[in-house]
């Protein structure tokens, strides 16, 4: 005869845990509303923050749930961005439909580069996404009289929010836009990786192979992953060229590819909070030490990447986990 024995404390710490995420989402809402009535004078900073986020957190599903190892993640923010604001320019200037014609044009870079990304792996992978970046970089640069090239595309003059909501100076109208639309983004995404398609995500980072032995189609999976984070990218290329009202050529440029990275790798890859915790840090420690010595800025960035690569690896969110690991040793 065999005795099962059942952690009857299991389903306590599942719901301890819920309880506790639900209380963080609510927290980080609570925050990003009272950032904009603690610093009024810095909503421009803290929209591309929101906007940064986005980017972050799409390249968190490729990355952190798939295992997909990219250095182009600006070619799907930029196209976003260039396509909304074209959209803009030359059609609607309508911010809902521009964040759809944006987020549309990012799935559809995301889905003819991914066919053939998505049959790449290690360092071919990440160079074949700086390739692809590069050939739109060289693309918009070359159509300069649609693009506006190396000048950047000006004109951009948005609608009222929902008709109602005009976009003003002083960047009031365009923190809540981006802040609403982040919140859906994370709902989205929250859901997605909590999905049987986010779990297939994660089983085919852990083991290609064995998602394989029981019948998954791995390469059309991780075409649909890379086409869904094209699709948010772009969503958050479509909020800045709205809020900014211009769009250049850095949006499609390596130095946001690998700044977004550095944000995920900070905060710690395969969790959505991590996303937004990396990016807070990364820009508000940026935007700080640049204020401060413009030209040597990179050296307190390059210390942070140290020490999380050497003392962190999980990124500045599993600190905790590492420290009481550390302690209960010590005892």
């Known amino acids: 005869m065999t005795i099962e024995i059942v952690n009857s404390d299991a389903p306590i710490r599942i719901r301890r845990k819920a309880r506790f995420r639900i209380l963080l989402d609510?927290?980080?809402?609570?925050?990003?509303?009272?950032?904009?009535?603690?610093?009024?004078?810095?909503?421009?900073?803290?929209?591309?923050?929101?906007?940064?986020?986005?980017?972050?957190?799409?390249?968190?599903?490729?990355?952190?749930?798939?295992?997909?190892?990219?250095?182009?993640?600006?070619?799907?923010?930029?196209t976003g961005a260039y396509a909304a604001g074209m959209f803009a320019v030359y059609a609607s200037a309508n911010p809902i439909l521009g964040l759809?014609?944006?987020?549309?044009?990012?799935?559809?870079?995301?889905?003819?580069?991914?066919?053939?990304?998505?049959?790449?792996?290690?360092?071919?992978?990440?160079?074949?996404?700086?390739?692809?970046?590069?050939?739109?970089?060289?693309?918009?640069?070359?159509?300069?009289?649609?693009?506006?090239?190396?000048?950047?595309?000006?004109?951009?003059?948005?609608?009222?929010?929902?008709?109602?909501?005009?976009f003003d100076f002083y960047g009031k109208t365009g923190y809540w836009y981006a802040l609403v639309v982040l919140v859906?983004?994370?709902?989205?995404?929250?859901?997605?990786?909590?999905?049987?398609?986010?779990?297939?995500?994660?089983?085919?980072?852990?083991?290609?192979?064995?998602?394989?032995?029981?019948?998954?189609?791995?390469?059309?999976?991780?075409?649909?992953?890379y086409t869904l984070a094209g699709g948010i990218a772009g969503i958050g290329g479509a909020l800045s060229a709205q809020v900014t009202e211009l769009v250049s050529l850095e949006s499609l440029g390596f130095n946001l590819s690998a700044e977004a990275m550095i944000m995920l790798i900070l905060g710690g890859t395969g969790r959505l909070y991590g996303a937004i915790f990396g990016t807070v840090v990364f820009m508000t420690v940026h935007h700080t030490a640049a204020s401060i010595d413009p030209f040597n800025w990179l050296f307190v960035i390059g210390i942070m990447v140290l020490f999380v690569v050497y003392f962190v690896p999980e990124g500045f969110l599993g600190l905790p986990a590492r420290l009481r690991k550390h302690l209960g040793a010590g005892k």
């Open 26 to 78: 609510i927290l980080l809402v609570a925050a990003g509303i009272a950032a904009f009535f603690i610093f009024p004078n810095s909503l421009g900073f803290m929209t591309r923050v929101l906007i940064m986020i986005i980017m972050v957190l799409s390249l968190d599903l490729v990355l952190g749930y798939a295992g997909i190892a990219s250095l182009g993640h600006a070619a799907l923010f930029g």
């Open 184 to 225: 859906l983004v994370f709902i989205l995404l929250k859901t997605i990786v909590a999905s049987p398609f986010g779990l297939v995500a994660r089983g085919i980072h852990e083991s290609p192979a064995r998602m394989r032995a029981i019948g998954t189609s791995v390469y059309w999976r991780l075409v649909g992953i």
């Open 100 to 166: 759809a014609v944006g987020a549309l044009a990012g799935a559809i870079i995301a889905f003819v580069s991914g066919l053939v990304l998505m049959r790449a792996s290690g360092l071919t992978l990440l160079m074949i996404s700086i390739a692809v970046a590069q050939i739109l970089f060289e693309i918009v640069n070359s159509t300069r009289s649609i693009t506006g090239g190396s000048d950047g595309l000006i004109g951009i003059d948005m609608d009222p929010v929902l008709g109602l909501y005009a």
